[in-house]
């Protein structure tokens, strides 16, 4: 049934229609709002605005729901693989086995990377941080493959398997140097996640031994990460490709909007502050009553809250699981998963965070997990990054045929109003 929404001001009504997406949200249709009215709307970190209709992701907070394309993440994390997931999420179906097999071959076949970024790459300090290093190689790749003018269509599909094949290759070249390591080229008999591996941790004078516990565990991480609806950085995407920038310009955005503590950041901040409170005695009280008072001391619980979910984020409790999993099945004994669980129940007991609604994140249990599978610690955004990278490609390229204008927020100007300049002499 057509609803409208009435809204008076200065004494004059006016109609606004609404409108219901297919899991129920409902919404008020305001694009004529300031034609109409005059008025804009005011809405600090968007906590209410819906910036575009999306058939990729659907997520329902209050009742802790995931789904990619109408498919459940826990069935997705059970029983797919992560280019299945990419496919899904990009092309809006899961693949048949023709589909599948193309596709994973096409990635097979992309995974070298220009020789001539090498030396981009040379020129970045030893101890630069991941992070950064792969949001600038991921810009430059729109130098090496400059054939993206209308990059629509065929076109467009070249420039998405490039992405997929060549991020992890790029990813671990930033780790590779950290450790004044000689990089290593991708094998391409490899799949996808032991490739990746691969180059992370074979060396000229050791192979590395795949361990499909590993395979798997990283398998579930990065469909569990491969999309989140209009998160900062899926958000940060959509708005520089909404100016029709590259795809690679456009995903480099995103990998920087990433990195932020209070996004991606946080897998590595969790890790980090799970071994201050073992170095300060494991006292997970001291720090519950810490982050109680954010306000003076500063410090936030990492891998706790989420803007949309105020209940369990489903994926927290997939990866809870599979800590416990994968480190028992590794015969790995980390007394950082028993602190990280002691703060847990902490908070999930304290006033604080119950009124708040404030629940472990998908952030609170990875870093455990990546670290248990031999990840060091200032990789695991990385890890997010490529985890979410068919995310961003499947949200910039509906955007795109979606035709959606340029996003360009407004604003309540609160500065001076019109004065007299006076020149520097008389200042
Ligand atoms: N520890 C302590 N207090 C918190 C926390 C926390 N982690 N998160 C929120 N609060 C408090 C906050 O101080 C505020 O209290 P009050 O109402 O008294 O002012 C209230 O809860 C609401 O917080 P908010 O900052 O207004 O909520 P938000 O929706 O703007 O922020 C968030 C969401 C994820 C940025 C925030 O919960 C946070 O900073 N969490 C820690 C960082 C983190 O784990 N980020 C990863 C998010 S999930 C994965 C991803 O997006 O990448």
Not at 7 to 32: C, M, Q, R, W
Not at 133 to 154: H, I, N, R, T
Not at 165 to 188: D, E
């Amino acid at each position: 049934m057509a609803n409208t929404a009435e809204l008076t001001v200065d004494g004059k009504s006016y109609s606004f229609p609404t409108l219901e997406g297919t899991e129920h949200e409902k919404a008020f249709d305001i694009s004529n709002l300031r034609d109409q009215t005059g008025y804009v709307t005011l809405d600090r970190g968007y906590k209410n605005t819906g910036a575009t209709k999306s058939a990729i992701t659907f997520l329902d907070g209050e009742q802790g729901i995931l789904q990619y394309r109408g498919y459940a993440i826990e069935d997705l994390a059970a029983k797919a693989s992560f280019l299945e997931v990419a496919y899904l999420l990009i092309y809006g179906e899961l693949p048949t086995k023709d589909q599948y097999s193309q596709f994973e071959t096409s990635i097979r076949r992309h995974t070298l990377v220009n020789e001539d970024m090498r030396k981009i790459f040379d020129g970045f300090p030893v101890k630069a941080h991941p992070m950064g290093v792969l949001a600038s190689l991921v810009s430059a790749m729109s130098a090496f493959y400059s054939d993206l003018e209308g990059a629509e269509g065929d076109k467009t599909d070249l420039h998405i398997i490039r992405l997929l094949a060549k991020l992890p290759t790029i990813a671990t070249w930033s780790y590779k140097r950290s450790q004044g390591h000689p990089i290593n080229y991708p094998k391409n008999s490899l799949d996808y996640i032991p490739n990746f591996l691969n180059m992370m941790f074979s060396l000229p004078v050791e192979d590395y031994k795949i361990d499909p516990v590993v395979v798997e565990a990283l398998n579930v991480l990065l469909i569990l990460h491969a999309d989140h609806e209009q998160n900062c950085s899926t958000s940060t995407v959509r708005l520089v490709g909404s100016s029709q920038a590259n795809i690679y310009s456009s995903i480099s955005a995103g990998i920087s909007a990433l990195w932020g503590p209070l996004h991606g950041g946080a897998n590595q901040e969790v890790i980090e502050m799970l071994e201050d409170i073992k170095a300060d005695g494991g006292d997970v009280a001291k720090y519950v009553d810490m982050a109680k008072n954010a306000k003076t001391t500063g410090f936030r619980l990492f891998g706790f809250g989420h803007r949309v979910y105020k209940n369990f984020d489903p994926r927290a409790k997939i990866i809870k699981k599979a800590a416990d999993d994968v480190l028992s099945k590794l015969g790995i004994n980390d007394p950082v998963l028993e602190i990280a669980k002691g703060l847990e129940e902490a908070a999930l007991h304290d006033d604080y965070f119950v009124s708040r609604k404030l629940y472990p994140n998908v952030d609170f249990y990875s870093g455990i997990i990546y670290r248990a599978l031999g990840i060091p610690t200032n990789m695991f955004t990385v890890m997010f990054a490529i985890g979410r990278l068919p995310g961003w490609i499947a949200q910039w390229k509906e955007m795109r045929e979606q035709k959606e204008p340029i996003g360009r927020p407004r604003q309540i100007y609160t500065g001076p109003t019109l004065r007299e300049f006076v020149s520097l002499e008389n200042r």
